[in-house]
């Protein structure tokens, strides 16, 4: 959700390659708003709103999840523990996960990342079949 203007931006580009794409309905809300905005609306979101259930809902009957991990502060290709949650329940879902970039060297993450074996685009959405 920090890069919810990135995410509607692949949207936008995988819906023009033909695929069927859902995003939280709360990534609109974050466009335009500053880092420490966004930590605060995430957080109300996620408390108030239920906001990781809505998106347990939105994955049931998909095929794939696109992790857009992109940097994040001094840490390139930025996974954090929402999103690890989000590919732990596609892997249990047995949906593809493709990341968008490559796994993150953040440490315990990596080896659980690595253990569903995704499929890293560098930026190739052909990859995505």
Excluded: C
Aim: aromatic content about 8%; proline content about 3%.
């Amino acid at each position: 959700m920090q890069n919810a203007e990135k995410m509607l931006e692949l949207k936008a580009k995988l819906e023009e390659k033909g695929h069927i794409v859902f995003v939280s309905k709360f990534a609109e809300a974050m466009v335009g708003k500053s880092d420490e905005e966004k930590e605060k609306m995430k957080l109300h979101q996620k408390n108030n709103l239920d906001a990781i259930r809505e998106f347990w809902k939105i994955m049931q009957g998909t095929d794939a999840v696109l992790v857009a991990n992109y940097d994040k502060g001094e840490i390139k290709n930025y996974i954090g523990g929402n999103t690890l949650m989000e590919i732990g329940f596609a892997h249990v879902l047995n949906q593809k996960i493709f990341l968008l970039n490559p796994i993150p060297d953040i440490p315990y993450y990596k080896t659980e990342i690595k253990a569903v074996k995704p499929v890293i685009l560098n930026g190739d959405f052909n990859k995505i079949k």
